[in-house]
């Protein structure tokens, strides 16, 4: 009779959860409206063409870049000239490292995909569609951002390699200073390092797009959360 108690109590008790990996292959939904794809095709040849004029044109007189209140169309060309004298003296140097840098974060977030949401906007990249599980901080989710990618035991490229990842969700641990490895958990615990370029935090940049007056507009390039 104890025996049979315990059994019926055992199987009453809730069973593990068993973590399990987590993949979010990129999507790419402009296809489903030819203005939107067309739209966003001029506005890649633009980012391509450092044309400020014709990106600013594209972006909506109210833009968001940034939670702290910087809006509109001054501030848009702001982020994309970064004009040296905006800078104290000794840190203007730091200025054409910072313009590279924001037009390729424009560029990378045009260029990997995305999807409409409820309200009809077209959101990108695909990265910010993805809706964490209860327990999992945004700050900490990474995407893998390819396929094949080498997890390794090491933050070296000689480090032996423990898992290949295939556009895999996994937690950020830490940067590894001196190094562009960034130390990862898995979702079933397995840690290790992958290179940060094939890394992308969901709460890096991305963009809000709105259809407004027939024509489409950006209307949000901001990161955080």
Known sequence: MIRIFFTLLLLALPLPVVAQELSFPPVDEAEQDESFAAYRARLIEAVVARNIDAIVAMASEDIRLSFGGASGHAA??????????????????????????????????????????????????????????????????????????????????????????????VRHLDWVSGTPYVEVARGDGSTGFVHSEYLRALVDYRAFFEKRDGAWKMVTFIAGD
Do not use: K
């Open 76 to 169: 848009l060309r702001d982020y994309l000239t970064v004009d040296p004298q905006s800078f104290p003296e000794g840190q203007r140097h730091e200025a054409p490292a910072l313009r590279q840098r924001n037009w390729a974060d424009l560029e990378t977030v045009l260029r990997m995909g995305g999807v409409f949401d409820g309200e009809g906007r077209f959101v990108a990249p695909y990265t910010w569609s993805f809706q964490p599980p209860d327990g999992m901080d945004p700050f900490e989710v990474m995407f893998v951002t390819g396929t094949g990618v080498a997890m390794r035991d090491r933050p070296i490229r000689y480090g032996e390699v423990t898992a290949w990842l295939d556009h895999e969700v």
